[in-house]
């Protein structure tokens, strides 16, 4: 059985920092692109991160700011978010790609003072 599930979200003010996670089980990992996404109310679901193994590449709206990175032992990729703006306030989701594409249900981040 598939599961991608994130943790990490919650509120943090406006300079602050979270780390995100998401851990995987049920399909082969390693051989997966693993992404970062997030979503705001009426708006489209935003790319943010893409790493398939090597360097991750970036939005340019969190470049500098956010750090993708993952341990295919641990079968997990991370979000490090620094530096929060209140604009980045919405849904995280990860999501694996390959033969078939797999999301989590999604985190909620909140920047606010």
């Known amino acids: 059985q598939v599961q991608v599930e994130e943790f990490g979200g919650g509120s943090v003010q406006p300079g602050g920092s979270l780390r995100l996670s998401c851990v995987t089980s049920?399909?082969?990992?390693?051989?997966?692109?693993m992404s970062w996404y997030r979503q705001v109310p009426g708006k489209e679901r935003e790319l943010l991160a893409v790493?398939?193994?090597?360097?991750?590449n970036y939005a340019d709206s969190v470049k500098g700011r956010f750090t993708m990175s993952r341990d295919d032992a641990k079968r997990t990729v991370y979000l490090q978010m620094n530096n929060l703006e209140v604009e980045d306030t919405a849904v995280y989701y990860c999501?694996?790609?390959?033969?078939?594409?797999?999301w989590g249900q999604g985190t909620q981040v909140t920047v606010s003072s």
């Open positions: 999501n694996a790609g390959f033969v078939q594409e797999y």
């Open positions: 049920g399909f082969t990992f390693s051989k997966y692109v």
């Open positions: 790493n398939s193994g090597g360097e991750s």
